[in-house]
């Protein structure tokens, strides 16, 4: 079923951002910005009940200079639907400025089709949800952007990386051409990455511990690693400048991850 044309918006919303929202200008560039995540459990902060689990978002900022602040609104289990529903997408857009930044990523749980609490379709719901987020940016000056799903991990019986997001990807690639959003895929640069990595070696990049095999979320070294390739696409889309990003190619200790002491609000 598709949005209402309220909640979609009108086309005037959706062309305000070519003069606000292109942090490319020298107003922009001069002041400090903070970039918002949208997003579900891959890139949520982690608190210390759940390390070693680490979200990408949580390694992001190690990747950023310090004009720029990574404030992270992903939570656990949220589709693109869902983080609208509970009122999430209204308390980011009540904090944007113009200038900043809203990057946006989701998929993994707008796949669960038993779910109508979270379930989206990809070719009519999916983006319907998603031209939420990057209107409502528009519209308070900042600028989306949207990031292909994160892969799992998943190998055929050949030692192949398989793309387990269906028709998602593609949507979203749609949708940023059809709607002139930059777009990281995230999803492709993963999947590689976990071909060039291997069976073997992704496990080390994910959630395995002594009780359990998770093929979904991270650990340090993971999230670092996904991190790292969000950062590098926001250079070379340049979303952000040379100047804006830093350590690309350089070591990032897994010390540098923390997990604080969860509270109710953050854990809700």
């Known amino acids: 079923?598709?949005?209402?044309?309220?909640?979609?918006?009108?086309?005037?919303?959706?062309?305000?951002?070519?003069a606000l929202s292109g942090i490319g200008t020298a107003r922009?560039?001069?002041?400090?910005?903070?970039?918002?995540?949208?997003?579900?459990?891959?890139?949520?902060?982690?608190?210390?009940?759940?390390?070693?689990?680490?979200?990408?978002?949580?390694?992001?900022?190690?990747?950023?200079?310090?004009?720029?602040t990574v404030s992270n609104h992903a939570v656990n289990g949220r589709?693109?639907?869902?983080?609208?529903?509970?009122?999430?997408l209204?308390?980011?857009?009540?904090?944007?400025?113009?200038?900043?930044?809203?990057?946006?990523?989701?998929?993994h749980n707008d796949e669960k089709v038993t779910d109508p609490t979270r379930y989206t379709?990809?070719?009519?719901?999916?983006?319907?949800?998603?031209?939420?987020?990057?209107?409502?940016?528009?519209?308070?000056?900042?600028?989306?952007v949207l990031a292909t799903a994160v892969e799992r991990r998943r190998f055929d019986a050949g030692g192949n990386a398989l793309p387990s997001h269906g028709d998602y990807p593609a949507a979203m690639r749609a949708l940023a051409r059809e709607e002139r959003v930059s777009l990281l895929d995230i999803q492709a640069l993963s999947?590689?990455?976990?071909?060039?990595?291997g069976v073997e070696a992704t496990k080390?990049?994910?959630?395995?511990?002594?009780?359990?095999?998770?093929?979904?979320?991270?650990?340090?070294?993971g999230a670092i690693a996904v991190a790292r390739l969000v950062a590098r696409e926001l250079?070379?889309?340049?979303?952000?400048?040379?100047?804006?990003?830093?350590?690309?190619?350089?070591?990032v200790p897994e010390s540098w991850i923390t997990w604080p002491q969860a509270t109710a609000t953050a854990t809700a």
């Open 90 to 107: 209204d308390v980011v857009l009540a904090a944007v400025r113009p200038g900043d930044l809203l990057l946006i990523q989701f998929a």
């Open 1 to 18: 079923m598709s949005l209402t044309r309220r909640q979609v918006g009108s086309a005037a919303v959706a062309a305000v951002p070519l």
């Open 235 to 251: 250079a070379r889309t340049r979303v952000l400048s040379a100047r804006d990003v830093c350590r690309l190619d350089d070591e």
């Open 121 to 144: 379709e990809p070719w009519t719901t999916y983006q319907d949800y998603l031209r939420l987020y990057i209107n409502g940016a528009r519209a308070r000056g900042a600028r989306p």
């Open 28 to 68: 922009a560039s001069q002041r400090h910005r903070t970039l918002y995540i949208a997003g579900d459990s891959t890139a949520a902060q982690k608190y210390a009940d759940a390390a070693p689990e680490t979200g990408w978002g949580m390694a992001l900022p190690f990747f950023l200079r310090e004009q720029l």
């Open 191 to 197: 999947l590689a990455l976990w071909q060039e990595l």
């Open 79 to 88: 589709s693109s639907k869902s983080f609208v529903d509970e009122g999430r």
């Open 204 to 221: 080390t990049y994910f959630n395995w511990t002594a009780t359990q095999q998770d093929n979904t979320h991270f650990n340090p070294p």
